[in-house]
């Protein structure tokens, strides 16, 4: 199974950027999907982009134009490049496989958005 470290959160203000990046272990990471998740105080924990073993991607319509997902193999990394951010935006930040294994989630990193 894939086990993740987030990285690369913080304060951002609003139409900044920031690069998350998912550090991931585990021989099946080049065949696994994967995905970066966010949650905010009170609401479910969504999907934000989603990245195949072979590099295709889906957004959530409110990121699509403004967040870039990537990976690469190599490094058994997954990143999240996040641009032209909104207050909407703050979250904790995590990533995992795309579905979610239930045992995968890491601590995540929170972004927070503000002026």
């Known amino acids: 199974q894939v086990q993740v470290v987030e990285s690369g959160g913080g304060l951002v203000q609003p139409g900044g950027s920031l690069r998350l990046s998912c550090a991931a272990s585990?021989?099946?990471?080049?065949?696994?999907?994967m995905g970066w998740y966010r949650q905010a105080p009170g609401k479910q924990r969504e999907l934000v982009a989603a990245?195949?073993?072979?590099?295709?991607?889906t957004y959530e319509d409110s990121m699509k134009g403004r967040f870039t997902i990537s990976r690469d193999n190599a490094k058994n990394t997954v990143y999240l490049q996040m641009n032209s951010v909104k207050l909407e935006d703050t979250a904790v930040y995590y990533c995992?496989?795309?579905?979610?294994?239930?045992?995968?989630w890491g601590q995540g990193t929170q972004v927070t958005v503000s002026s």
């Open positions: 995992n496989r795309y579905p979610p294994h239930w045992a995968s």
């Open positions: 585990g021989s099946m990471f080049a065949i696994n999907a």
């Open positions: 990245i195949s073993s072979d590099g295709r991607t």
